[in-house]
T-cell receptor
């Protein structure tokens, strides 16, 4: 069955380190999204992509970057991790801009 | 600016009864989509139901229905015959179509607890 996976599922890192969270989907969806979930804020969009070589900033993109070298993967990089980036990170994909988004299982990141 | 508001931080319902989770939205887009997602304690986000702004009928998916009142800008989720497995956090989300980006704006969620 097609699916969307994230790795690692849990990560503890130190302030200032670079961290990359992986997202992989097998639906061949062009649209992929990264969100972060924090108490009191629901889910907020970090970055999104409509296809290979396309990336766009969301509402909370500062300190994060993404790259899209193929259809299946959209890795999220924290250039220099900060304690404010401690959160649960969700990757999602959709067939089109107007389709429902399917979410990965999430990555819980703790920055100490 | 687009905004989703879920005013009920927590709700209780008795097993087998129906429950309504409230969601109001604000957008200037003439075309938009409204979604509900379920997040159980295990953490994954599960898509439940979708309503398009031009859909004439309220969306239904099994025990889930979306009470869409466009003039009131509300998109309440109705769960019929609640089950213990319905205990979870529920998020309302909106997609504005003018930019054709597919971006979702989420509410802060409502925690539902189903009592046996």
């Amino acid at each position: 069955d097609a699916e969307i996976t994230q790795s690692p599922r849990h990560k503890i890192t130190e302030t200032g380190r670079q961290v990359t969270l992986a997202c992989h989907q097998t639906w061949n969806h062009n649209n992929m999204f990264w969100y972060r979930q924090d108490l009191g804020h629901g889910l907020r969009l970090i970055h999104y992509s409509y296809g290979v070589q396309d990336t766009n900033k969301g509402e909370v993109s500062d300190g994060y970057s993404v790259s899209r070298s193929n259809t299946e993967d959209l890795p999220l990089t924290l250039e220099s991790a900060a304690s404010s980036q401690t959160s649960v990170y969700f990757c999602a994909s959709s067939e089109s801009a107007r389709s429902e988004q399917y979410f990965g299982p999430g990555t819980r990141l703790t920055v100490t | 600016a687009q905004k989703i508001t879920q005013t009920q931080p927590g709700m209780f319902v008795q097993e087998k009864e129906a429950v309504t989770l409230d969601c109001t939205y604000d957008t200037s887009d003439p075309s938009y989509g409204l979604f509900w997602y379920k997040q159980p304690s295990s953490g994954e986000m599960i898509f439940l139901i979708y309503q398009g702004s031009y859909d004439q009928q309220n969306a239904t998916e099994g025990r889930y229905s979306l009470n869409f009142q466009k003039a009131r800008k509300s998109a309440n989720l109705v769960i019929s015959a609640s089950q213990l497995g319905d205990s979870a956090m529920y998020f309302c989300a909106m997609r504005g179509d003018s930019s054709n980006t597919g971006k979702l704006i989420f509410g802060q969620g409502t925690t539902l607890q189903v009592k046996p």
